[in-house]
């Protein structure tokens, strides 16, 4: 009986240190969400920021698993012009963004592993190889002037910068694609993740005036692109 009673109390003690962490992390998310920057916008070489953030999430997942592995992919448009945000924001963003890249690869490897482990004759010769992406380009996007006549003076043109991050996991089901940027939502297993993340992101990208979209097709992977006027 005392033997029960003390393993009663122990898995008591883990759940309360448990949920504990977890409310924690929940409380930090929301002062994160609450707390106005206090930075200051500059202009900014994003082809640099987010090389930065890129090396940065990979070190720091290779950091707690050393047997992680995966190919890093960058494709810079060269002379993008700076743009005036604030680095350390939108550093934050792409760090989340592109963590989540890397723990959908790593989790689409863990669950082919598993169905090889148990027999699945169609994994016999299907290789693997997590794949993060991340790319810059100019877009150029001509409309018709208030003049609407199709000629050369009533033409104007929006231009942006977008930065999209490619990962080849296992996909956002499309019946949850529209929640992913809702306070608390998350598909992580209970305790990994406090749903906050994305809505962060979300907020800090649409406060420097930005978009943030997600193109996902299931089984074959996500991309988040973040998306800044000129």
């Known amino acids: 009986m005392e033997n029960d009673l ?25 002062l994160e969400h609450s707390r106005k920057s206090s930075g200051t916008k500059e202009p900014t070489d994003i082809n640099a920021l987010a090389d930065e953030y890129l090396r940065l999430a990979y070190h720091g997942l290779r950091a707690k698993d050393k047997d992680f592995n995966a190919e890093l992919i960058t494709d810079f448009e060269p002379d993008l012009p700076k743009i005036d945000v604030i680095p350390q924001d939108i ?16 989790e689409k490897a863990n669950l082919l592993n598993l169905a090889r482990q148990k027999g699945d004759a169609n994994l016999k010769n299907f290789t693997f190889q997590p794949t993060v992406s991340v790319t810059t380009k100019r877009v150029v996007s001509h409309f018709l002037g208030s003049g609407g006549r199709n000629d050369e003076n009533e033409t104007a043109q929006n231009e942006s910068i977008q930065i999209a991050i490619k990962d080849n996991g296992s996909g956002i089901p499309e019946a949850i694609k529209d929640k992913i940027f809702q306070p608390f939502f998350t598909t992580k297993p209970t305790g990994q993740d406090t749903g906050l993340g994305l809505s962060l992101a979300y907020d800090i990208v649409k406060a420097h005036g930005g978009e943030l979209k997600v193109e996902s097709k299931e089984g074959e992977g996500s991309e988040l692109q973040i998306i800044f006027q000129i």
């Open 6 to 30: 003390l393993d009663d109390l122990m898995s008591n003690q883990e759940k309360i240190n448990h949920r504990g962490r977890r409310a924690s992390s929940i409380v930090k998310g929301m």
């Open 91 to 106: 550093g934050r963003v792409l760090l989340n963004l592109i963590t989540n890249a890397f723990y959908a690869v790593k």
